[in-house]
Nanobody, 125 residues
Framework: QVQLVESGGGSVQTGGSLRLSCTAS????????MGWFRQAPGKEREGVAV????????YYAPSVKGRFAISQDNAKNTLYLQMFTLKPEDTGTYYC??????????????????WGQGTQVTVSS
């Protein structure tokens, strides 16, 4: 099992920045894909950014590309999501996810087995 704990959410105004963190623990060996997803009220969970450190690949949703950056600190077992130029439509609960497999669409939630509890991001206009 892999445990994921997110932190760093909060409330900001349009144009502001936030950095989310996700600390992984447990049996993290063999985790090949980690990512951030978000869910707004009444909407489906959507993939925001994914990293596959084994191949040095990153993937971003078109709506966040150029504004968000995903990174990983292996020594700290921590995943980050740096968010710039935030917009009201970025509001939602942000979840960290991990998978041992890399097949399937990187930004699809179906790839991921392990999930954090989520952290709220609210962007006001």
């Amino acid at each position: 099992q892999v445990q994921l704990v997110e932190s760093g959410g909060g409330s900001v105004q349009t144009g502001g920045s936030l950095r989310l963190s996700c600390t992984a623990s447990g049996d993290t060996g063999g985790v090949n894909s980690m990512g951030w997803f978000r869910q707004a009220p009444g909407k489906e969970r959507e993939g925001v950014a994914v990293i596959e450190p084994g191949v040095g690949a990153t993937y971003y949703a078109p709506s966040v590309k150029g504004r968000f950056a995903i990174s990983q600190d292996n020594a700290k077992n921590t995943l980050y999501l740096q968010m710039f130029t935030l917009k009201p439509e970025d509001t939602g609960t942000y979840y960290c996810a991990a998978a041992r497999r890399t097949y399937g669409t990187p930004l699809s939630a179906s790839r991921y087995t392990y999930w954090g509890q989520g952290t709220q991001v609210t962007v006001s206009s």
